[in-house]
């Protein structure tokens, strides 16, 4: 495998003629996206919207190439469609999902919000659009596919426990009563839920696949859980696991990182790393020394792209992060070039021209090794 390896880190802000009401700028944005990124025959979509004869599937589809096109044109290594069939990757899971009910509109962070449910008896898989979803993306791409998940720690803990927690327990504590509800939740989801989209996407040729756990430190006591739940979804499953982690006290991650079944882990460091030139100070990957103190065994991919700015990046600020990450980690064979997170947050002339660097930037480090 080649040094720096690039790869997307799953979502994309979808395609303009999903997002906004349909008229000639939208349609001329879309004439320009097709062109740029040599979608097959883009002039039917455009003769489409024109004349608005169109299905909501049609369009989910031709998103999906078109994201997918980005994605290659950029030149990435391993790509995804950017997540355009999914609503969010918390409702879009639960979505398919018995035993769950939707309540509202939770806040995060600035204007994110996200539509909270309810686990009220245990969770079954009713529905897997995962399976047309790749199959999809499998005719088209013509780069490797990575299919990303959201784990089942992060659907436990984003979820309220309405069922697991008001069932008999003659035994414990309070707090050992609600450890134990915990512990059956996340492996409900684990068993009833992700493991068999898991399984579903590998039987149909899916050799990547990332699982995303964003609420893996929520709880620093409940690493351990994290880590168990993750090797439980993959024992077994011949494919390559990422585990994506944004955005977090990584430091909350030992021990228990070093049992996880994973062959890459996706991190946040570029969105708290300066924007100057230069390898000898790069604050934002010192986090890499306690990956390196700990002779972990997976790859890792710290972002060297931040999402959460319009700043394009230079390719020789993505060398300097990248050459700094592999003498911090002191194995450039296992350092993968990729973004912070997802870039759903950044429109896509943006997201473009931050995804071109980062290949370019890698390009360049690898370069300078070889």
Request: hydrophobic letters at 40%; proline letters at 4%.
């Amino acid at each position: 495998m080649k040094l720096f390896p690039t790869q997307e880190v799953g979502s994309l802000m979808r395609a303009p003629f999903l997002r906004k009401q349909l008229d000639e700028s939208v349609i001329s944005e879309t004439e320009y996206w097709g062109r740029l990124l040599g979608v097959e025959r883009y002039e039917v979509l455009v003769d489409k919207l024109r004349r608005e004869d169109y299905t909501v599937e049609e369009l989910r589809n031709w998103a999906s190439l078109y994201a997918i096109r980005l994605h290659e044109a950029a030149g990435l290594d391993v790509v995804w469609d950017g997540e355009q069939k999914r609503i969010e990757m918390y409702e879009h899971a639960l979505r398919q999902v018995k035993g769950v009910e939707f309540l509202g509109k939770v806040k995060v962070w600035d204007a994110e919000t996200y539509n909270k449910a309810a686990i009220k008896s245990k969770p079954q898989l009713a529905e897997n659009t995962y399976v047309p979803e790749f199959q999809f993306a499998k005719r088209h791409a013509r780069r490797e596919l990575k299919v990303p998940l959201t784990g089942p720690y992060t659907l436990a803990e984003w979820s309220f426990d309405e069922y697991y927690i008001s069932r008999p327990r003659t035994t414990g504590s309070l707090i050992e009563r609600r450890r134990e509800a915990k512990r059956e939740m996340v492996f409900d989801l684990a068993r009833e839920v992700v493991r068999p989209v898991i399984l579903s996407l590998v039987e149909n040729g899916a050799n990547r696949i990332q699982i995303d756990e964003p609420a893996a430190t929520t709880k620093p006591d409940e690493v351990g859980l994290f880590v168990e739940a993750f090797n439980e979804i993959v024992k077994g499953v011949n494919a390559r696991f990422t585990i994506h982690i944004c955005y977090s006290d990584y430091t909350l991650l030992f021990p228990y990182i070093l049992e996880a079944k994973a062959h890459e882990l996706s991190i946040e460091c570029a969105n708290k790393d300066a924007v100057s030139l230069g390898q000898d100070e790069r604050r934002g990957y010192e986090i890499l020394k306690l990956f390196r103190e700990h002779s972990v065994d997976f790859a890792l991919a710290p972002g060297v792209i931040d999402v959460h700015t319009d700043f394009i990046e230079p390719p020789e600020l993505v060398r300097d992060r990248l050459l700094h990450a592999a003498k911090i980690f002191g194995d450039p064979s296992r350092i993968i070039a990729c973004n912070d997170c997802g870039l759903r947050t950044r429109k896509w002339d943006v997201a473009y021209r931050k995804e071109v660097n980062l290949v370019r930037g890698a390009s360049i480090a690898r370069e300078t090794l070889e």
